[in-house]
């Protein structure tokens, strides 16, 4: 799972790791624009590079006598951009929950048939319902991170609370994520706000908050998982703010690098399985989808790639290793009393500005 803010949707991005598929057939103008039938026999997947288990695949392959073709990116930019271009044709696509409404709009989805997805009651009640998809017309929810502080501890052992970064205090080495969504919403969790808020008073004072922070002696600059991580296993820095997934690679490599999730809430992003519109087999992409939410293939994919699961049948199911940490299984009152805040899609206006000016002032100090 990797993050980036939603900027320039139609801006086209470079795809890596992509499959050859069949090009769609074009639409005369004023025509509905044709959807080609598929075979039933090959599935198309759009999906965040090394974010399946292949184990998974090769079992949903030899059960339903089907090939999956999956074809990655590495941005939700990218994937808007590929499937608004037109120039290719998949079945399910696996967006981050801040772009689902997005895709609605712009009319890539087609509504899930509940029916078929009678695995869909092993979801957690509180990831059902979310206000990014009431009652769950179109996505289902598949992997989620909160973001939290990565440390290790042979260099130092924080509190478990944001002041370690945007309190007054300078004495420890810092990063932060290359993510404007996330960096100004820590800095409004800290604060006691949403981090969705679109109160201008509000991120006045982050921003305030912002300056400060990356003045600081202590901070290091914005990066990525794999360099904090890399940065924490050299101990270089003290403190990285990071997805707790991202880090659990570093953890089974060195178990004194650790993370945790600061007592302020912090904020957490859920990736959804969804049906394209143009779909040209919607029965094998439901077929999929509940292939996933069942309990057994739920725990195996989440044991694959070191990210929490929704799926409540799954949960003890899980490797120990997983279970164990804190900062993968958030409290469930967590997800009800405002700790964790989903990112969420931004109005255009004023506070659209005002988000995209603090991080343009940041990145250039």
């Given at each position: 799972m990797?993050r980036?803010?939603l900027?320039?949707l139609?801006v086209p991005?470079?795809l890596?790791g992509c499959?050859r598929?069949e090009?769609?057939?074009?639409?005369q103008?004023?025509e509905a624009?044709?959807?080609?039938?598929?075979?039933?026999?090959t599935?198309r997947v759009?999906?965040?590079s090394?974010?399946?288990?292949?184990?998974l695949?090769k079992?949903?392959?030899?059960?339903?006598?089907v090939?999956?073709?999956?074809?990655?990116?590495e941005s939700?930019?990218?994937?808007?951009?590929k499937?608004q271009g037109g120039?290719?044709?998949?079945?399910?696509?696996?967006?981050?929950?801040?772009v689902?409404q997005?895709m609605?709009r712009?009319?890539?989805?087609?509504?899930l048939?509940?029916?078929a997805?009678?695995n869909?009651k092993?979801i957690a009640?509180?990831?059902?319902?979310?206000?990014?998809?009431?009652g769950?017309r179109?996505s289902v929810?598949?992997?989620?991170?909160?973001t939290g502080l990565?440390y290790?501890?042979?260099?130092?052992v924080?509190?478990?609370t944001w002041?370690?970064?945007?309190?007054p205090?300078?004495?420890?080495?810092?990063v932060l994520?290359d993510?404007?969504?996330?960096?100004i919403?820590?800095?409004?969790?800290?604060l006691?706000?949403?981090a969705n808020?679109?109160d201008?008073?509000?991120?006045r004072?982050?921003?305030d908050?912002?300056r400060?922070?990356v003045?600081?002696?202590?901070f290091?600059g914005f990066?990525?998982g794999?360099?904090t991580r890399?940065?924490?296993?050299?101990?270089r820095?003290d403190l990285g703010?990071i997805?707790?997934?991202?880090l659990?690679?570093?953890?089974?490599?060195d178990e004194?690098?650790?993370?945790?999730?600061p007592r302020?809430g912090t904020?957490?992003?859920?990736?959804t399985?969804?049906?394209?519109?143009r779909?040209?087999?919607p029965?094998?992409?439901?077929r999929?989808i509940?292939f996933?939410?069942?309990a057994?293939n739920?725990?195996?994919?989440?044991n694959?790639?070191y990210?929490?699961?929704p799926?409540?049948a799954?949960q003890?199911?899980?490797?120990d290793?997983l279970?164990?940490i804190?900062?993968?299984?958030p409290p469930?009152?967590?997800l009800?009393d405002?700790?964790?805040?989903?990112?969420?899609?931004?109005?255009?206006?004023?506070p659209q500005?005002?988000?995209?000016r603090?991080?343009t002032?940041?990145?250039?100090?």
């Amino acid at each position: 799972m990797k993050r980036a803010a939603l900027s320039a949707l139609l801006v086209p991005v470079l795809l890596s790791g992509c499959y050859r598929v069949e090009k769609p057939a074009q639409a005369q103008p004023g025509e509905a624009t044709p959807v080609t039938r598929g075979d039933g026999r090959t599935l198309r997947v759009f999906i965040w590079s090394e974010y399946i288990d292949p184990d998974l695949v090769k079992t949903f392959e030899k059960q339903n006598g089907v090939r999956v073709v999956l074809d990655t990116f590495e941005s939700n930019e990218a994937m808007l951009a590929k499937l608004q271009g037109g120039g290719a044709q998949y079945d399910i696509a696996v967006p981050s929950n801040y772009v689902v409404q997005t895709m609605i709009r712009a009319g890539l989805l087609q509504p899930l048939d509940r029916g078929a997805l009678p695995n869909l009651k092993n979801i957690a009640p509180g990831f059902l319902n979310a206000a990014y998809d009431p009652g769950n017309r179109y996505s289902v929810p598949y992997q989620y991170a909160a973001t939290g502080l990565a440390y290790n501890t042979q260099r130092y052992v924080p509190q478990d609370t944001w002041a370690e970064i945007f309190g007054p205090d300078d004495t420890r080495t810092f990063v932060l994520l290359d993510d404007p969504r996330e960096v100004i919403g820590a800095a409004l969790k800290y604060l006691g706000f949403s981090a969705n808020t679109t109160d201008v008073a509000q991120l006045r004072q982050a921003r305030d908050l912002l300056r400060r922070v990356v003045a600081k002696q202590g901070f290091q600059g914005f990066d990525g998982g794999p360099g904090t991580r890399n940065k924490l296993l050299a101990r270089r820095i003290d403190l990285g703010q990071i997805y707790v997934g991202d880090l659990l690679i570093a953890t089974e490599e060195d178990e004194n690098v650790q993370v945790l999730l600061p007592r302020q809430g912090t904020t957490i992003s859920m990736d959804t399985l969804v049906v394209l519109r143009r779909s040209p087999n919607p029965e094998l992409a439901h077929r999929f989808i509940n292939f996933i939410l069942d309990a057994d293939n739920g725990a195996q994919l989440s044991n694959y790639t070191y990210y929490a699961t929704p799926n409540a049948a799954a949960q003890p199911l899980l490797d120990d290793f997983l279970k164990d940490i804190p900062a993968l299984n958030p409290p469930p009152a967590w997800l009800t009393d405002g700790h964790l805040d989903f990112i969420g899609e931004l109005p255009s206006g004023r506070p659209q500005r005002l988000y995209d000016r603090i991080w343009t002032e940041l990145k250039s100090q």
